[in-house]
């Protein structure tokens, strides 16, 4: 997997943004998107940062979608790659982020513990339902993401999503992946 693993630095920014695409990820999508529309406000472990009249983060048990198991081992896959740890164990947490037409994320940064590395996976993304803003200094940067791929960066790098102007949800993973506390 770490083959598959994009390495995006742009000249004018010392910010690295990594990106990876997960294979089968149509029919990988379209199961987790399924089985997200079918839960309920009390599936959600819990839910947290409600902004804009809607819970941002939805966390969820990794084994009640089991394609989720897919999506984060790659994830952490990606992550060992770029952070260079080998067989090191690591803490994954994970979230939901379903934002409907007229939603947007704010501006925020994944800096709460002693991640190493956050990212985003993106399970739907219909046309014009905004791009991901990054915010390294003085600088904006607007990317749009693509249903099945990752992008890796920094946590502590500021970012938001622009409002969603289509007429459909956007499910997108978030995550951050930390050194596992000694046992």
């Known amino acids: 997997m770490a083959d598959s693993i994009r390495k995006s630095q742009r000249l004018w920014t010392s910010t690295p943004i990594h990106g990876s695409r997960l294979p089968d990820a149509e029919a990988i999508n379209q199961r987790i998107r399924t089985a997200f529309e079918h839960l309920e406000a009390e599936d ?3 839910r ?6 809607r819970f941002e983060n939805l966390y969820l048990d990794r084994q009640r979608i089991p394609e989720l198991e897919i999506v984060l081992g790659h ?8 952070l260079r740890l080998g067989r090191r164990p690591l803490r994954l947490g994970f979230w939901f982020n379903a934002q409907e037409p007229g939603q ?3 501006r925020h940064t994944h800096e709460e513990e002693d991640e190493l590395l956050s990212g985003v996976y993106y399970v739907t993304v219909p046309k014009h339902s905004g791009k991901l803003v990054l915010l390294d ?3 904006t940067t607007r990317i749009m993401p693509k249903a099945g791929h990752f992008l890796f960066f920094p946590p502590s790098l500021p970012h938001r999503v622009e409002v969603n102007r289509s007429a459909e949800q ?3 993973i978030a995550f951050n992946l930390g050194p596992r506390p000694e046992d």
Request: with cysteine; proline share 4%.
């Open 44 to 46: 959600f472990a819990r």
């Open 137 to 139: 200094g003085p600088l």
């Open 75 to 82: 994830a952490e896959s990606c992550a060992r790659a770029i």
């Open 104 to 106: 947007e994320t704010s």
């Open 170 to 172: 956007r499910l997108s």
């Open 48 to 53: 947290t940062h409600f902004i804009g009249g």
